[in-house]
């Protein structure tokens, strides 16, 4: 990322002092290519109920979707909230790798240019842990195609 998309590796490094205010303690971005990625979903695509590898995870929305709502498990009566996603919504998800999260099915809009849902996604961990686990994480660390972003 930090190569291909500088400008926005750079603009992720000023949300550092964000994220660590929201932790409560330090944190240093991801070393690796998860640190920093553009989640683009296309209609008809999803992901399903997954708990993140790190702690704090930064989300900022790029587009506004039908469906594709952030949707995860809450202390709520009805179980589960959703978030809709709309352009420039920021969402923090601290303590992300307790709390089991998913992107709802994005629909089909009338402008093409707007059904995929497209976010800015920064992820950020304790100093001195390797996060990486290619194993998990396939559509992340494959160069291969991947169809409807599925459970790993």
Not at 30 to 45: K, Y
Not at 62 to 86: C, F, H, M, V, W
Request: contains cysteine; negative net charge; proline residues 8%.
């Amino acid at each position: 990322m930090r190569q291909y998309l500088p400008d926005i590796w750079e603009l992720s490094a000023k949300f550092q002092p964000l994220a660590e205010r929201l932790w409560g303690g330090p944190l240093v971005p991801l070393n690796e290519q998860a640190a920093v990625n553009i989640n683009i979903v296309p209609p008809g695509g999803q992901q399903g109920f997954h708990k993140d590898r790190n702690e704090v995870t930064l989300l900022i929305y790029l587009t506004s979707n039908l469906g594709g709502e952030l949707e995860y498990e809450s202390d709520s009566p009805a179980g589960t909230q959703k978030i809709r996603t709309r352009a420039g919504t920021f969402v923090g998800l601290i303590k992300a790798n307790e709390i089991s999260h998913r992107v709802c099915p994005v629909q089909e809009m009338v402008v093409p240019f707007e059904s995929e849902r497209v976010a800015l996604v920064i992820s950020f961990g304790l100093p001195d842990i390797n996060y990486a686990d290619p194993s998990r994480d396939k559509f992340l660390y494959s160069t291969d195609p991947v169809e409807n972003q599925k459970v790993f």
